[in-house]
């Protein structure tokens, strides 16, 4: 479910926007097939479906057995995921719906707002938690290679400092993308309310910082006064919209107008920057752009998982790979062009 591209932006809006818009939809057809629902309950009151019976059935929800003695408590490795009876029966219920479904010749349905994914290790969207981590350690790489070029390889002003005056900007917006993409894959692995709302947290956060780095950037906005009176506005809206969602009420309308508004923003700062600025690498800003909006077709194209593991969702989790490239790629040559003229300047 995941997870979110122009300073970040063209990439990171298009990218980020899908994460506010994925769970406006929670029930589902399958929700309502009867067959599903009696097996479900059916299985809660036996712990079993089919032949197949389940230990979580035998514990409480706080993991403390429930016929047997102290011993027997469920292992804190299986506790963690927060697999429940029901969590199991619905999985199973499901699976055992759906290969009935096969074989009458139906299409695969979602359950509880998700296609029926198959578990890896307790793990329910395997593929997409492998390719946030893919994306994480993408974002790690081009963060690295960022600082690896202002502090080894670029010249330094006297007192050690960058002469590149986006570098703190761009540090933190490292540390938000790669905290994304970390909350990103643990939802992908279990979807609870915390991980939830972490995932949704911090892809909000890193939607409202590239708001702001889109338009210090766009307009060349250097004075640390000028950057404060555009950022405090901006920081407590997003931390205001936080606290309501993780506080008050986790409401998916009015966070989808948040991101949406957000989004629209910044990609039209974006864009018009981008059609009317000399600078030399705006090619692979526009290759981004371009990119990140023909990556959004596979979600609004949406398809059942393939065998149970890659759906329309995942792969556009493999497209936003090579996008963090070129697009840390872009920040990279956005410094060293604004280091040149500087030093032009110097001297």
């Given at each position: 479910?995941?997870?979110?591209?122009?300073?970040?932006?063209?990439?990171?809006?298009l990218?980020?926007?899908?994460?506010?818009?994925?769970?406006?939809?929670?029930?589902?057809?399958g929700?309502?097939?009867?067959?599903y629902?009696?097996?479900?309950?059916?299985?809660?009151?036996?712990g079993c479906?089919?032949k197949?019976?389940?230990?979580?059935?035998?514990?409480?929800?706080?993991?403390?057995?429930?016929d047997?003695?102290?011993?027997?408590?469920?292992?804190?490795?299986?506790?963690?995921?927060?697999w429940d009876?029901?969590?199991?029966?619905?999985?199973?219920?499901?699976?055992?719906?759906?290969?009935?479904?096969?074989?009458?010749?139906?299409k695969?349905?979602?359950?509880?707002?998700?296609?029926?994914?198959r578990?890896?290790?307790?793990?329910?969207?395997?593929?997409?938690?492998?390719?946030?981590?893919?994306?994480?350690?993408m974002?790690?790489?081009?963060?690295?290679?960022?600082?690896?070029?202002?502090?080894?390889?670029?010249?330094?002003?006297?007192?050690?400092?960058?002469?590149y005056?986006?570098?703190g900007?761009?540090?933190?917006?490292?540390i938000?993308?790669?905290?994304?993409?970390?909350?990103?894959?643990?939802?992908?692995?279990?979807?609870?309310?915390?991980?939830?709302?972490?995932?949704?947290?911090?892809?909000?956060?890193?939607?409202?910082?590239?708001?702001?780095?889109?338009?210090?950037?766009?307009?060349?906005?250097?004075?640390?006064?000028?950057?404060?009176?555009?950022?405090?506005?901006?920081i407590?809206?997003?931390?205001?919209?936080?606290l309501?969602?993780?506080?008050?009420?986790?409401?998916?309308?009015?966070?989808?107008?948040?991101?949406?508004?957000?989004?629209v923003?910044?990609l039209?700062?974006?864009?018009?920057?981008?059609?009317?600025?000399c600078?030399?690498?705006?090619?692979?800003l526009?290759?981004?752009?371009?990119?990140?909006?023909?990556?959004?077709?596979?979600?609004?194209?949406?398809?059942?998982?393939?065998?149970?593991?890659?759906?329309?969702?995942?792969?556009?989790?493999?497209?936003?790979?090579?996008?963090?490239?070129?697009?840390?790629?872009?920040?990279?040559?956005?410094?060293?062009?604004?280091?040149?003229?500087?030093?032009?300047?110097?001297?």
């Amino acid at each position: 479910m995941a997870r979110l591209h122009w300073t970040l932006f063209p990439y990171s809006s298009l990218l980020l926007l899908l994460l506010c818009l994925l769970p406006l939809l929670h029930a589902s057809a399958g929700d309502s097939d009867p067959i599903y629902r009696a097996c479900v309950d059916q299985c809660e009151k036996t712990g079993c479906v089919g032949k197949n019976c389940f230990q979580h059935c035998k514990f409480s929800s706080d993991g403390k057995s429930i016929d047997g003695p102290w011993y027997l408590q469920e292992p804190l490795y299986l506790r963690w995921k927060q697999w429940d009876c029901r969590s199991d029966c619905r999985y199973n219920c499901m699976l055992a719906r759906e290969e009935e479904r096969e074989q009458l010749g139906h299409k695969p349905i979602k359950y509880h707002g998700k296609w029926p994914f198959r578990r890896v290790y307790g793990i329910q969207e395997p593929v997409a938690v492998a390719l946030s981590a893919l994306n994480l350690s993408m974002q790690f790489h081009g963060w690295l290679s960022f600082f690896i070029l202002l502090y080894y390889k670029l010249p330094l002003r006297p007192d050690k400092r960058t002469y590149y005056e986006y570098t703190g900007l761009w540090h933190i917006y490292g540390i938000f993308s790669m905290n994304s993409w970390f909350w990103s894959a643990v939802f992908h692995s279990r979807d609870v309310e915390l991980t939830e709302k972490l995932d949704y947290s911090s892809a909000v956060a890193l939607l409202g910082f590239s708001l702001i780095l889109s338009i210090l950037r766009a307009f060349n906005v250097r004075d640390e006064a000028a950057r404060v009176m555009v950022a405090a506005p901006l920081i407590a809206f997003v931390t205001t919209h936080i606290l309501y969602l993780n506080f008050y009420k986790l409401d998916y309308g009015l966070n989808m107008k948040v991101c949406v508004a957000m989004g629209v923003v910044q990609l039209l700062v974006w864009a018009i920057w981008a059609g009317i600025t000399c600078h030399p690498s705006r090619w692979k800003l526009w290759f981004v752009v371009v990119g990140g909006g023909l990556a959004m077709l596979l979600e609004i194209y949406d398809f059942p998982p393939y065998q149970g593991f890659v759906d329309a969702h995942a792969l556009w989790h493999a497209t936003t790979i090579p996008l963090s490239y070129f697009w840390w790629s872009f920040i990279r040559d956005d410094a060293e062009f604004r280091t040149s003229i500087l030093l032009k300047k110097t001297k």
